[in-house]
């Protein structure tokens, strides 16, 4: 479910020019994840979203005899 990861700098407290402090470490709500990106906040990269439906599951180990 995550779009985004913290880039270039430690996650933490950081000012920003649209929302003021914003604590990169902590869970933000989307829509203001959403418009630091749009607005060019340089320290968010876009990541591959995962569908709900993959939430919380592993991918299975391959068997030992398919390993190469």
Do not use: C, W
């Not at 990106?37 to 592993?58: D, M, R, W």
């Amino acid at each position: 479910m995550e779009k985004y990861k913290v880039v270039g700098i430690l996650p933490g407290r950081v000012h920003t020019y649209s929302h003021g402090i914003v604590d990169l470490s902590e869970e933000l709500p989307e829509n203001v994840l959403d418009e630091l990106y749009e607005n060019g906040f340089p320290y968010l990269e876009k990541v591959a979203e995962i569908p709900v439906s993959q939430v919380g599951t592993k991918k299975a180990d391959k068997p030992k005899s398919q390993e190469s």
